[in-house]
């Protein structure tokens, strides 16, 4: 049974992608500002990925994997107060922080097809065009996948 570590795991995709995991056999650390409720193979985890080790006093040990879902998934929303950017690309730094920190190879980014020459319509555009180079960066450095 592998052990993954899914971020934004109260969001409409975690939600999906819960029983999914468990019905292929792995053990879900579900990472949330408003955790799901545990269920057999589920352990909810109180975090925030804006803060370092994604504000968890305890990450679990032996974590093969990262689903990192969380984010702020809004196209129109201004970012006049720099939430996107600090959710979606701070976040994303600390749970690569996270990956390096407690030897965390393997990450799933859920990204967008405004990545691919849409990154200066909107803030939340530029903010996973920034993903994508700095897990590219990441994964070259610390040799993650």
Same mark, same amino acid.
């Given at each position: 049974?592998?052990? =993954?570590?899914?971020?934004?795991?109260?969001?409409?995709?975690?939600?999906?992608?819960?029983?999914? #995991?468990?019905?292929?056999?792995?053990?879900?650390?579900?990472?949330?500002?408003?955790? @799901?409720?545990?269920?057999?193979?589920?352990? @909810? #985890?109180?975090?925030?990925?804006?803060?370092?080790?994604?504000? #968890?006093?305890?990450? @679990?040990?032996?974590?093969?994997?990262?689903?990192?879902?969380a984010?702020?998934?809004?196209l129109?929303?201004?970012?006049?107060?720099?939430? =996107?950017?600090?959710?979606?690309?701070?976040?994303?730094?600390?749970?690569?922080?996270?990956?390096?920190?407690?030897?965390?190879?393997? #990450?799933?980014?859920?990204?967008?097809?405004?990545?691919?020459?849409?990154?200066?319509?909107n @803030?939340?555009?530029?903010s996973?065009?920034?993903?994508?180079k700095?897990?590219?960066?990441?994964?070259?450095?610390?040799?993650?996948?």
């Amino acid at each position: 049974m592998s052990k =993954i570590l899914l971020t934004g795991a109260s969001g409409f995709v975690g939600q999906a992608l819960i029983p999914r #995991l468990i019905e292929k056999g792995h053990k879900v650390f579900a990472l949330s500002r408003h955790p @799901p409720v545990p269920s057999k193979n589920v352990i @909810p #985890l109180i975090g925030d990925i804006i803060k370092p080790d994604l504000g #968890l006093d305890d990450v @679990p040990k032996d974590i093969q994997a990262i689903y990192h879902l969380a984010g702020i998934h809004s196209l129109r929303m201004a970012d006049k107060d720099g939430a =996107i950017w600090q959710t979606n690309v701070v976040g994303t730094r600390n749970v690569l922080d996270t990956m390096v920190k407690h030897n965390i190879r393997k #990450l799933v980014f859920t990204s967008t097809a405004y990545s691919s020459g849409w990154e200066g319509v909107n @803030p939340y555009a530029r903010s996973k065009v920034q993903n994508e180079k700095d897990i590219a960066n990441y994964a070259d450095k610390y040799n993650l996948s």
